[in-house]
């Protein structure tokens, strides 16, 4: 992930792991959370059934911020995580809250602060997630390359769609905190999907504030 993505997750690690906390806000921000990042949420519960139907075992979660998929996940019939995030702050962030969990004797949670570009394993993995990453990657296909690389059974990801009204908006919004931003078109998934030769794709379109798509490709 590039150094200036890197450096504005650093600098608003808790503040953007407080968008999960919906209990422990007020009521106005509450509401705006609910009523407009409710995707944010959503894309969570979509990852944990998609585990769940295909009795996937081993997860390689890509960009896993503040590791509330790791503490959502360690509760299902699973035996690995392995997350990885560039933000060191981020990975603090998810160390605390997986120290809080307790685990069964089987199951294993790895957390580590690389970039996913740099990471180097053996391992194979059932599945691949990868939620809220691309919208802050210029060229996805060489992520998604070598995520089918390490995954089994499939790879899950979102990918934040273009809107006329809505995207300009939110170019501008992160180009203030110089982050860049990146919008997909259903063109652009199906691009994708045909380089990876998936088996299969599914594509569910949320709505919310960036109106993501969660794609599933299916490798097997």
Same mark, same amino acid.
């Given at each position: 992930? !590039?150094?200036?993505?890197?450096?504005?997750?650093?600098?608003?690690?808790?503040? #953007?792991?407080? /968008?999960?906390?919906?209990?422990?806000?007020?009521?106005?921000?509450?509401?705006?959370?609910?009523? &407009?990042?409710?995707?944010?949420? =959503?894309?969570?519960?979509?990852?944990?059934k998609h585990i769940e139907e295909y009795n996937l075992k081993t997860i390689?979660?890509? $960009?896993? $911020?503040?590791?509330?998929?790791?503490?959502?996940?360690?509760? /299902?019939?699973?035996?690995?995580?392995?997350? /990885?995030?560039?933000?060191?702050?981020?990975?603090?962030?998810?160390?605390?809250?997986?120290?809080?969990?307790?685990?069964?004797?089987?199951?294993?949670?790895?957390?580590?602060?690389?970039?996913?570009?740099? #990471?180097?394993?053996?391992?194979? &993995? =059932?599945?691949?997630?990868?939620? $809220?990453?691309?919208?802050?990657?210029?060229? !996805?296909?060489?992520? /998604?390359?070598k995520m089918k690389d390490l995954a089994l059974h499939s790879i899950i990801?979102?990918?934040?769609? %273009?809107?006329?009204? +809505?995207?300009?908006? +939110?170019?501008?919004?992160?180009?203030?905190?110089?982050? !860049?931003?990146?919008?997909?078109?259903?063109?652009?998934?199906?691009?994708?999907?045909?380089?990876?030769?998936?088996n299969r794709i599914k594509i569910i379109k949320l709505k919310g504030s960036?109106?993501? #798509?969660?794609?599933?490709? %299916?490798?097997?």
């Amino acid at each position: 992930m !590039p150094d200036n993505v890197t450096e504005y997750f650093n600098s608003s690690a808790r503040a #953007f792991d407080s /968008l999960y906390d919906l209990e422990n806000m007020n009521f106005v921000w509450r509401y705006i959370n609910s009523r &407009f990042r409710h995707d944010i949420h =959503d894309r969570l519960l979509l990852t944990m059934k998609h585990i769940e139907e295909y009795n996937l075992k081993t997860i390689l979660d890509v $960009g896993c $911020g503040s590791g509330r998929y790791e503490v959502a996940i360690s509760k /299902l019939d699973i035996k690995k995580i392995v997350a /990885l995030d560039g933000s060191l702050n981020m990975i603090k962030v998810a160390k605390e809250k997986m120290g809080k969990i307790r685990l069964s004797d089987n199951k294993i949670i790895s957390l580590d602060c690389v970039n996913f570009m740099d #990471f180097q394993t053996k391992e194979k &993995f =059932d599945l691949v997630v990868s939620m $809220g990453v691309f919208d802050y990657i210029s060229d !996805p296909l060489p992520y /998604l390359i070598k995520m089918k690389d390490l995954a089994l059974h499939s790879i899950i990801a979102s990918f934040p769609s %273009f809107s006329f009204y +809505r995207s300009p908006f +939110r170019k501008f919004r992160y180009l203030i905190k110089k982050c !860049p931003v990146y919008s997909y078109t259903s063109r652009d998934i199906d691009y994708f999907s045909r380089q990876l030769q998936s088996n299969r794709i599914k594509i569910i379109k949320l709505k919310g504030s960036s109106g993501d #798509f969660i794609v599933t490709f %299916f490798l097997k």
